[in-house]
C-alpha cells in the first residue's frame, strides 16, 4: 500500500471518529450544549485537525446529518435504469430519504436543517463539490425529458432545486412536529409526485410579453 493510500485512509478514518463522537455527544447533551473541544477531546485528535475538515460545529451537524438521509448513487442508478415513470422514481426516492430520516434524532434534524439554510454556500463548496439534494434529482428530470414525460420547455435545474427544498420543508414540518396529523412519508411522496406532475402535464409561460417600442440602442460598453 502505497504512503499516500495509507494517508488517505487514515484521513478518513479521522473523520469518522470526529461525526462518531460528535454525534454520540449531540444525543446525549443537545447540538449546543456541546463544544467544539468536547468533540475533539471524545475523538481524540487536536483543534486544528477538526478544523481542517469542517470550518464550523454547524458545518459538522449539517454534513453528519444529511449524509444519513442524502440519497446513494446507487440507489439513484438503479431507479434511472428502471422502468418508472419521473412521477414514480422521484416517489421511490424520497419515500427512501424518508424511512432514513425518521431514524435520526429529531432535534438534530431540525437544527441541521436550519443551519443548512443559514450556511449552505460555505457547506456546498465542502468536499469539492455540489452535493445538495437538487444534484441527485436534476438526472432524474433529464432522463424525464429523454422519456417523454416532461415537457422539455420546463428548466430542469428549476424544478430539480423546487424539489429539493420542498423535500427540506416536508422535513423541517416533521422534525418541528408541525405535521403531528400527518406521517413524513406520504408527505413526502404527495411533493414528489405533485412537482413531477407538474412537469410533466403543465406549460411554462416562457412566451415574452410583445414590445410595440423601437428597440433600444445598444449600451456603450462599461468603463473599466
Same mark, same amino acid.
Given at each position: ?10 484521513? #478518513?478514518?479521522?473523520?469518522?471518529? $470526529? $461525526?462518531? =463522537? /460528535?454525534?454520540?455527544?449531540? #444525543? ?13 477531546? /471524545? ?23 444529511? &449524509?444519513?438521509?442524502?440519497?446513494? !448513487? ?6 434511472? !435504469? ?6 414514480? %422514481? ?6 427512501? $430519504?424518508?424511512? #432514513? ?19 449552505? #454556500?460555505?457547506? &456546498? ?17 433529464? =432522463? &424525464? ?11 430542469? !435545474?428549476? $424544478? ?16 418541528? &412536529?408541525?405535521?403531528?396529523?400527518? !406521517? ?15 412537469? =410533466?402535464?403543465?406549460?411554462?409561460? %416562457? ?6 417600442? *423601437? ?6 460598453? *462599461?468603463?473599466?
Amino acid at each position: 500500500m502505497t504512503r499516500a493510500r495509507l494517508q488517505q485512509d487514515r484521513s #478518513r478514518a479521522t473523520r469518522r471518529a $470526529i $461525526i462518531a =463522537r /460528535a454525534e454520540a455527544l449531540w #444525543r446525549e447533551h443537545g447540538f449546543d450544549a456541546v463544544s467544539v473541544e468536547q468533540v475533539c477531546q /471524545a475523538a481524540d485528535v487536536a483543534k486544528g485537525t477538526f478544523y481542517f475538515y469542517f470550518p464550523r460545529k454547524e458545518h459538522l451537524l449539517v454534513m453528519t446529518v444529511f &449524509g444519513r438521509f442524502m440519497p446513494r !448513487d446507487t440507489e439513484l442508478k438503479a431507479l434511472l !435504469d428502471s422502468e418508472l415513470d419521473t412521477a414514480q %422514481i422521484c416517489a421511490e426516492l424520497l419515500t427512501a $430519504i424518508g424511512q #432514513r430520516v425518521k431514524k435520526i434524532d429529531k432535534n438534530l434534524v431540525l437544527r441541521a436543517v436550519e443551519e443548512s439554510f443559514r450556511h449552505y #454556500r460555505q457547506i &456546498g463548496k465542502l468536499e469539492g463539490g455540489d452535493h445538495s439534494l437538487h444534484s441527485f434529482y436534476e438526472p432524474i428530470f433529464e =432522463r &424525464g425529458v429523454a422519456r417523454g414525460d416532461v415537457n422539455k420547455a420546463w428548466d430542469l !435545474d428549476l $424544478i430539480a432545486r423546487t424539489l429539493g427544498w420542498a423535500t427540506l420543508q416536508e422535513i423541517f414540518w416533521w422534525a418541528s &412536529g408541525q405535521s403531528t396529523l400527518r !406521517d413524513l412519508l406520504p408527505d413526502l411522496r404527495q411533493r414528489a409526485e405533485l412537482i413531477a406532475n407538474g412537469a =410533466r402535464f403543465g406549460q411554462p409561460a %416562457i412566451t415574452a410579453p410583445k414590445v410595440s417600442s *423601437p428597440a433600444p440602442r445598444p449600451r456603450s460598453a *462599461p468603463r473599466s
